[in-house]
């Protein structure tokens, strides 16, 4: 559906993690009174119903994607079937019921617990400010495959990671500064440089609001379902600690991240 200028400048200013529940709504509501453009009054009448029921929009947890079902252009892996047991796993822990039991009928949106999950590490989707973060990861590794000494894998690697002297046989990866991106195995046309290791980071702890903070990343690359193991940790640290309706990224202090990175990070 079409939008105003002005409409759509109204739009910009609505929260982020809203934006596409309120787009949505909008549309339908104006197509409902049977308009075909979308004007500033749509958006006040609908944001103003909105505010009043936000209650019975919150489902207790989000959970994000870059974009969704269509996939990532850059994707390092595929997530779909992780997405799917994320929201399996959410729905049986019913945070909704415990955030009722500990808040009230009167809930927000910035009371549920978010997470997020980004294919690749342009990470569209905010990782690094949601409560858990997950990025898809590939780990490159060299082969006994002859370098051919075109440099396209030097070229290609948007953070510098890859050397290639003149008189070396292979080039040289820095994989302490590998994002894990996975292009220099795409680009190399030998062989020489291929996948060691999928999976996904997991980054815990992120929040935007008064007091911002980055999320900190746990050692090594997880599986699908070490990635559910962490989540139904961090699940179950919230609902034993949280008082009044405090975000994870909130009461999950330094020492408790340590002890998760103690429990779960691991050198690949």
Not at 77 to 95: G, N, P, Q, T, V
Not at 123 to 131: E, F, G, N, V
Not at 176 to 204: D, N, S, V, W, Y
Not at 241 to 248: A, E, M, V, Y
Request: hydrophobic fraction near 35%; include cysteine.
């Amino acid at each position: 559906m079409e939008w105003s200028q002005e409409a759509d400048d109204a739009l910009k200013k609505v929260p982020f993690f809203v934006r596409k529940k309120v787009r949505s709504r909008v549309e339908k509501e104006a197509a409902g009174a049977g308009r075909k453009v979308v004007s500033l009054a749509d958006v006040k009448r609908t944001r103003a119903r909105f505010l009043e029921k936000m209650s019975e929009e919150v489902k207790g947890y989000q959970v994000d994607t870059c974009f969704g079902g269509g996939g990532c252009p850059n994707r390092v892996l595929k997530s779909e079937s992780l997405l799917e047991k994320i929201e399996r796993l959410f729905k049986k822990a019913d945070i909704l019921a415990y955030l009722k039991k500990n808040i009230g009928n009167d809930l927000k949106f910035h009371h549920e617990f978010r997470v997020t999950l980004a294919e690749c590490p342009n990470a569209c989707s905010q990782p690094q400010i949601k409560d858990i973060g997950i990025i898809g990861a590939a780990t490159p590794a060299l082969t006994d495959a002859e370098c051919s000494h075109c440099r396209d894998c030097v070229d290609v690697c948007p953070d510098n990671c890859i050397t290639l002297q003149e008189m070396a046989d292979k080039p040289e990866i820095d994989l302490a500064a590998c994002m894990h991106c996975r292009k220099c195995m795409a680009a190399c046309p030998t062989g020489t440089i291929a996948e060691k290791q999928t999976g996904f980071r997991i980054l815990l702890g992120g929040k935007l609001g008064r007091h911002p903070q980055l999320a900190r990343e746990l050692p090594g690359i997880f599986s699908e379902d070490e990635v559910l193991d962490v989540i139904e940790y961090c699940v179950s640290f919230y609902k034993k600690n949280s008082r009044q309706g405090q975000r994870f990224a909130q009461i999950f202090k330094p020492a408790d991240f340590e002890h998760a990175a103690a429990r779960f990070g691991k050198n690949n």
